[in-house]
């Protein structure tokens, strides 16, 4: 099976920075494609920011210039850096990965991580 852990978040004053990490663990062949999605209290879920194997990227509007996804592949960890954050940023922030693994054959799914608490607050 795989499993993601997720690191990074804390608390962090407006106009800071942070750098979120999700590793993923397992017998894994690849990262096809990967996600970062946040959720805020009484808010649903959202896309923040999106990548292909390719290296095509998709960002919400609201973090366009200040977020940045991308990936480790020799360390299968993935990375959201927020820099310029704001108030309104914060939220739990959750990796969604689909990843070609080995379990007993080949496979293929989808992963979510377990969240990473960011807090925007001065």
């Known amino acids: 099976q795989v499993q993601l852990v997720e690191s990074g978040g804390g608390l962090v004053q407006p106009g800071g920075s942070l750098r979120l990490s999700c590793e993923a663990s397992?017998?894994?062949?690849?990262?096809?494609?990967m996600g970062w999605y946040r959720q805020a209290p009484g808010k649903e879920r959202e896309l923040v920011a999106a990548?292909?194997?390719?290296?095509?990227?998709n960002y919400a509007d609201h973090v366009k210039g200040r977020f940045t996804i991308s990936r480790d592949s020799a360390k299968n960890t993935v990375y959201l850096q927020m820099n310029s954050l704001k108030p309104e940023d914060t939220a739990i922030y959750y990796c969604?990965?689909?990843?070609?693994?080995?379990?007993?054959?080949?496979?293929?799914?989808?992963?979510w991580g377990q969240g990473t608490q960011v807090t925007v607050s001065s």
């Open positions: 397992g017998t894994i062949f690849s990262i096809n494609a």
């Open positions: 969604n990965l689909a990843v070609a693994y080995f379990s007993g054959s080949y496979r293929e799914g989808d992963f």
């Open positions: 990548a292909t194997s390719g290296g095509n990227t």
